[in-house]
């Protein structure tokens, strides 16, 4: 069963505050969705039009058009008691002061409610502009977090794999991966999909491996190479000739990001199988580490034919963001 599932049904979360304790419910609602709290006239009007702009931006290196965020309304007098349960929040109000702060399970647990407030519509509209990706990290983290936290309730056993061994890691992957190549230099993990459209052929995967360090300066430009050399001699496709390549039609985008007190790339695009009619999407890591000069690469990619895939992306990469480096 695919998180966003699990991710609905949350455990309860014990609380005190002075000598009165209480058990906070559990949250709902899926992950990469937030309800946002606001007048409908707002709503309807300029200010939506900036919320949803904004917050609900295009995630890149997806076939299909997917946001980062999928968004819900609901005006604060509608704003009652089982609404207050939902995981993600945001609440916008016109105030005297300008500001954009996050509380924890305020209402429910696990839960993230972001208030954000101007003077008037115009200062909404502008600080929701300005403050967007602040906004939309601090909900999309939360989540990765999260589900982090379920993948550890039933994370595969290190141990087995010489790759993991060899290279000094861990990475918190739950226990519907199953090997397909485990070399000592290169893991490939899938899990097959359970649900959905997909069900059947479709499949997640992560990779793992690294290469020696070479010039920093050129490496972004590289990461595309380096794909295809790893596809060519571990990801056969069904005939010779066919491997896994970055699709040569769509140019990946490439960030610099730090991964647990790393400097690392994240780069998003999307693969194919050379001379097949086979592709999805995929995110790549590749961490710079200095100490054991090498580059450490994690990457996940899909096969989901047509359906959406941004939940698929977003549990591969809580998956890389828990790599620990030993």
């Excluded at 002061?97 to 924890?104: Q, T």
């Excluded at 010039?215 to 060519?232: F, K, L, P």
């Amino acid at each position: 069963m695919r998180i966003i599932t699990i991710l609905c049904i949350s455990l309860f979360l014990t609380s005190c505050i002075g000598n009165d304790s209480y058990v906070l419910p559990a949250s709902v609602g899926r992950i990469n969705k937030v309800l946002v709290v606001v007048k409908g006239s707002l709503w309807a009007g300029e200010v939506g039009d900036e919320i949803r702009k904004s917050l609900s931006e295009l995630q890149v290196g997806l076939p299909q058009s997917e946001p980062i965020l999928s968004l819900a309304q609901v005006a604060p007098s509608g704003f009652s008691s089982m609404m207050r349960k939902t995981r993600n929040i945001l609440v916008i109000e016109e105030g005297d002061s300008i500001h954009v702060n996050a509380l924890k399970s305020k209402y429910a647990s696990p839960q993230t409610i972001v208030y954000l407030s101007a003077k008037d519509k115009e200062g909404i509209k502008q600080v929701v502009k300005e403050r967007a990706k602040e906004i939309i990290d601090i909900f999309r983290e939360s989540d990765i977090r999260q589900t982090q936290k379920i993948f550890r309730a039933k994370k595969l056993d290190d141990s087995e794999y010489k790759t993991f061994k060899n290279l000094s890691i861990s990475l918190t992957i739950p226990k519907e991966f199953k090997t397909v190549d485990d070399t000592g230099e290169f893991l490939w993990l899938r899990q097959h999909l359970r649900s959905g459209i997909a069900r059947g052929a479709g499949n997640n995967n992560i990779l793992v491996y690294a290469l020696p360090l070479k010039d920093v300066a050129t490496m972004r430009d590289d990461i595309s190479a380096m794909r295809d050399s790893i596809g060519e001699k571990y990801i056969p496709g069904a005939r010779e000739g066919m491997y896994m390549i970055t699709e040569k039609a769509y140019a990946p985008h490439t960030y610099d990001v730090e991964l647990n007190g790393f400097k690392a790339y994240e780069t998003r695009g999307k693969w194919e199988v050379k001379n097949a009619f086979m592709a999805g999407p995929f995110i790549n890591y590749s961490i710079i580490d200095e100490k054991n000069d090498r580059l450490l690469v994690v990457e996940g990619f899909t096969y989901a034919p047509s359906v959406n895939k941004r939940e698929f992306l977003f549990e591969l990469e809580a998956i890389a963001k828990s790599i620990v480096i030993n």
